[in-house]
């Protein structure tokens, strides 16, 4: 059964500015994804370009990585009516995936290694300060089990399994987490800072994540989780997602296990 | 270039020389490769002003590669020019562009007194160590190829880079001459900043623009004034003719004509690879006519378009090793009719252990055509989920073979390719390696 009459826009945050580290992955993704169910799929920049009228008509976002300058020049132009807007549309429960850079911007501020400190949005309550040029970058391989608990628990209603996500990190900043939830704990890899185990954020349906690689290709549960919960949230209706084969993505997952000598047990995805 | 080096460094640097002589002998009598990195780690740890005491010996000057793109290339053709002419060159052939790799390619030309006995230098350098062997090195010519995302992992990011290259440059003599890249923004604008002669090339070819700049590009910003730059035309990623409508920065003048040029290989990169070389060339006072007869008779260097003939088949290797070079190998393949491409993505230190660039690819543009795609590597699922996402359609219609040992790929490969086509290879630069290996049954590095 498809839904012809089902429609998703994606909105892509400064896709020039913020997209280092093929986190427009992320994009085709689940622009694909959708498609592959033949939903009507539309990708709309969010940009210098955009209103603030054009960053509330989207049903889920998508936030990449960017070199410090590039992020100056994006939290310049996100200011006023459409950082309201982006406030409101994450309060609200719009689904997005943030990875990188773009957690640093919904947090209250990100200090890069030379120069400025740059404020963020004040969404997310984590802060993301760069140790100096001479501090190793966090760099590998990365994997961590989902611990906050609601998308814990979405996720495991839908794999039928303890949600694990694979992934690459790769940056300078270190986050420290305030009141807001942790995206998971850290099994392989540095995560949010290399210390306190915690990797990511996830508040109302945003999640933050320094897993770039990008991240939903490999863990394609949660870009259907995240398409799930965008047309819940438009329709106000339940939608059931068909299946689809993700043969490949189970394959690289388990390359990817293997080759860290990550156990997880039986039975995960 | 002054010959006169002190009687107690020259006694250490001839040990050190002999050291790594022997090492040479040894690794390569073993056949353990073909020795281009160890012997000049040995000899530095005896004499750490290596580097700056051969260098010094070469007779009309260093010149000096950088850039994401090309080097080996450009360095090849440069090389081939220079030899037309009868003169002996050091040459870091093999591609290994970090400190060791200089110092053993200098040595290979050095006798066991130490004494360097070439004309020419010629050495691609990696392009962040760039700022630490300039000084060392005292390069007659620099030559700034193009700045590309490539291998963050290890490095960072393009605007910190360019940023420390033109801070080193500018301390150097007034007489070195560079020679950058007019229609990379962020090349550009070094050039124009610096105290010394700059002599651009570029691209004047506007037949050649890209329909749509493509998603793999870092800098389409004003590295002035940080505005977004006006384009007339794409040539690749952020390459191309720019302004800025804030302050006004645009591309410089190239000093040679692009359209009065021919190429060497296939591919628009290696346009730019051509006009860098042979815009260095002139500045050495080769003749025309020599430069262009090197540019018609060039063979590639290995990997780079080269073209191999197994067991009957045309086999073309186009090393792919970041998104910008990607998108420029698959333009190869696009524009040709054939129809069976191996690719293969490795994630090893050479390679960057970050795969994550392949999603800046635009793999889309290989998909469309159809045809049979085989992967392979040490990141096979990510390279088949990369072209699986290609696709708009529910049920692959893509005749997608993946094959993670590389032999059976090429095997594979092969067998799908008809009589009268090519099959094309896209590696990352350790996978090229060692298709290369498969293929001649030959180490290289």
Not at chain 1, 189 to 201: F, I, K, M, R, S
Not at chain 2, 371 to 399: F, H, I, M, W
Request: glycine share 8%; aromatic share 6%; proline share 4%.
């Amino acid at each position: 059964m498809s839904f012809p009459e089902l429609q998703l826009t994606i909105g892509w945050l400064y896709p020039t500015l913020m997209s280092t580290y093929g986190d427009r992955g992320n994009v085709i993704t689940i622009e694909r994804r959708a498609q592959w169910r033949g939903y009507d799929v539309k990708v709309l920049p969010l940009d210098q370009n955009t209103t603030a009228a054009d960053i509330k008509a989207v049903d889920v976002i998508v936030g990449g990585g960017a070199q410090d300058r590039q992020q100056e020049i994006v939290m310049r132009d996100l200011q006023g009516a459409k950082a309201d807007a982006m406030r409101e549309k994450i309060e609200n429960g719009t689904p997005g995936v943030f990875t990188c850079g773009s957690p640093q911007l919904l947090g209250h501020y990100y200090e890069p290694g030379l120069g400025q400190r740059i404020e963020g949005l004040g969404i997310l309550d984590l802060v993301s300060v760069h140790p100096g040029e001479n501090i190793k970058r966090c760099i590998g391989n990365l994997v961590i089990e989902v611990t906050a608990s609601r998308l814990a628990r979405d996720l495991a209603e839908m794999t039928g399994s303890t949600p694990y996500l694979v992934g690459f990190e790769n940056h300078g900043g270190r986050t420290k987490l305030g009141k807001v939830e942790a995206l998971g704990r850290v099994v392989y890899g540095l995560g949010n800072n290399g210390e306190d185990g915690t990797e990511g954020a996830f508040y109302q349906n945003a999640i933050a994540t320094y897993s770039h690689g990008p991240l939903l290709p490999k863990n394609p549960f949660v870009a259907d989780w995240l398409i799930q919960t965008a047309l819940r949230l438009k329709y106000q209706q339940e939608i059931i997602l068909q299946p689809l084969d993700d043969n490949l993505a189970v394959q690289a997952r388990e390359a990817m296990f293997k080759r860290l000598k990550v156990s997880l047990g039986t039975g995960h995805l | 270039m002054g010959n006169k080096i002190q009687f107690i460094d020259r006694l250490r640097l001839g040990f050190a020389v002999s050291v790594a002589k022997s090492v040479t002998f040894i690794v390569q009598f073993l056949r353990l490769g073909a020795a281009s990195v160890l012997p000049g780690a040995i000899a530095r740890r005896i004499e750490p002003r290596l580097l700056e005491l051969l260098s010094q010996q070469v007779k009309n000057g260093v010149i000096l590669i950088a850039g994401t793109n090309g080097k080996t290339t450009t360095a090849l053709l440069l090389c081939t020019i220079l030899e037309r002419k009868g003169y002996r060159i050091a040459h870091n052939s093999t591609g290994a562009n970090l400190e060791n790799g200089l110092m053993s390619a200098l040595l290979e030309s050095t006798n066991l007194l130490g004494t360097l006995d070439v004309d020419y230098a010629i050495l691609e350098v990696d392009e962040n160590i760039v700022p630490r062997v300039l000084t060392p090195l005292q390069p007659r010519i620099i030559l700034c190829l193009n700045l590309f995302r490539d291998q963050l992992d290890r490095y960072g990011e393009v605007d910190t880079i360019s940023k420390r290259w033109t801070k080193v440059i500018s301390t150097l003599p007034a007489e070195t001459v560079v020679i950058p890249n007019a229609d990379d923004p962020t090349l550009s604008n070094l050039g124009q900043q610096l105290p010394q002669r700059v002599l651009f090339f570029g691209l004047n070819e506007p037949e050649h623009y890209l329909e749509a700049i493509p998603h793999a590009v870092d800098s389409i910003y004003c590295p002035r004034c940080g505005h977004s730059l006006d384009y007339k035309g794409v040539y690749l990623s952020h390459l191309g003719d720019f302004t800025c409508p804030k302050c006004g920065f645009s591309k410089s003048k190239p000093t040679l004509e692009s359209s009065e040029w021919s190429q060497i290989l296939v591919g628009l990169y290696n346009k730019y690879n051509t006009l860098a070389a042979a815009t260095a060339a002139i500045e050495l006072g080769v003749d025309e006519a020599t430069i262009r007869d090197a540019i018609n008779n060039f063979q590639a260097a290995f990997g780079r378009a080269e073209d191999l003939v197994i067991n009957g088949k045309r086999v073309r290797i186009l090393l792919s090793k970041n998104p910008v070079g990607t998108n420029e190998t698959i333009r190869v393949v696009t524009e040709s009719t054939d129809k069976t491409t191996l690719l293969v993505l490795n994630d090893r230190t050479p390679d960057g252990t970050d795969v994550s660039w392949i999603w800046d690819v635009d793999t889309e543009k290989l998909v469309e055509r159809g045809g049979t795609l085989v992967v392979s590597g040490d990141r096979v699922y990510d390279l088949a989920l990369r072209l699986r996402y290609s696709e708009k359609y529910p049920q692959s219609k893509l005749n997608l073979i993946v094959e993670k040992d590389l032999r059976q790929a090429i095997a594979t490969a092969l067998e799908h390719t008809p009589e009268n086509e090519t099959l094309h290879i896209l590696p990352t630069y350790s996978a090229m390696l060692e298709v290369r290996e498969i293929l001649t049954g030959r180490k290289i590095l």
